[in-house]
């Protein structure tokens, strides 16, 4: 499977050092990056359920912490059956509680996340006219294809990791609502609404822990990851690239051997239509 990175002009980084950046979900266009609609926790009856199973212990709890001149006038017996009356009687002020606070838990939920996580974009197609002006500024950037079976795309460490491979995003004019604890994969964090569809986009997420080196720059931290030369399997020059930035590219995959393979292409605009699409040229 061919998958693409657009990037803006002055990020030849990528290609001097081989290394990209995971961003944080906060850092990427999409304000509802990883964050479908938490309805709820758990149901109202596995929240009564759990806590009728720790009611008794909580109660026992409670009485220990009573002073000894109570416990004679108030005896364990009469302390439980009263607390069970009154913390039974608080089922629906708790239900309502917790309820209140979900929305909090989701941006506690989110703010961990983005701590945590950094996101690789990439796309399907190498053509779109829209990605070539958002991310590779207004056409004078450039374009990577990426060879999805590198070994840098599939890490992963276990059956159930969640991390360390391509993902595919799914897209959906209805935001995705869960409960908690009956979601069975990261699925519901990787939709996106339909307006975003265009981009076809798969990525990869990493433990921002885990980066190769961390740029603290305006307030924000870049964290970069490495990967081999041979993930890389072409370069196409965006159809409004300077010159001077054309040689420098060049300048820089001709400078070892590692890059070899590469092939490198110009962009180019349709002389009758709206495309957008790649001629191969001299890497001199």
Not at 6 to 23: A, D, H, I, K
Not at 34 to 41: A, F, G, Q
Not at 47 to 72: C, G, R, V, W
Request: glycine share 2%; hydrophobic share 35%; proline share 5%.
């Amino acid at each position: 499977m061919r998958l693409y990175k657009y990037l803006s002009p002055e990020l030849t980084s990528v290609l001097e050092n081989q290394m990209v950046r995971f961003s944080q979900p906060s850092s990427l266009n999409d304000p509802y990056e990883l964050k479908p609609h938490i309805s709820s926790l758990m149901s109202d009856e596995e929240m009564l359920t759990h806590f009728s199973q720790h009611l008794p212990s909580m109660i026992d709890d409670e009485y220990l912490k009573l002073d000894p001149h109570i416990k004679s006038v108030f005896p364990y017996g009469q302390f439980k059956k009263a607390m069970t009356k009154i913390l039974k009687n608080s089922e629906p002020l708790m239900l309502n509680t917790i309820t209140t606070h979900t929305p909090l838990f989701s941006e506690k939920l989110f703010e961990t996340m983005d701590k945590f996580l950094g996101i690789f974009c990439l796309s399907e197609i190498p053509d779109n006219e829209l990605m070539w002006s958002h991310y590779a500024d207004a056409h004078q950037g450039f374009l990577l294809e990426f060879d999805s079976e590198s070994l840098f795309f599939n890490q992963k460490r276990s059956s159930v990791d969640e991390l360390r491979y391509l993902r595919q995003i799914q897209y959906s004019a209805q935001r995705p609502s869960i409960t908690l604890n009956k979601i069975k994969d990261f699925t519901p964090f990787l939709t996106k609404g339909t307006q975003w569809s265009y981009e076809r986009e798969w990525r990869m997420m990493l433990p921002l822990a885990e980066a190769s080196q961390v740029i603290e720059k305006e307030n924000t931290k870049i964290h970069l990851f490495q990967f081999p030369h041979d993930a890389i399997k072409t370069i196409t020059l965006g159809h409004r690239m300077t010159t001077a930035r054309k040689a420098y590219i060049k300048d820089v995959i001709n400078s070892t051997n590692q890059f070899d393979h590469v092939k490198l292409y110009e962009a180019k605009i349709g002389t009758t239509d709206y495309s957008i699409f790649a001629e191969e040229c001299s890497r001199t």
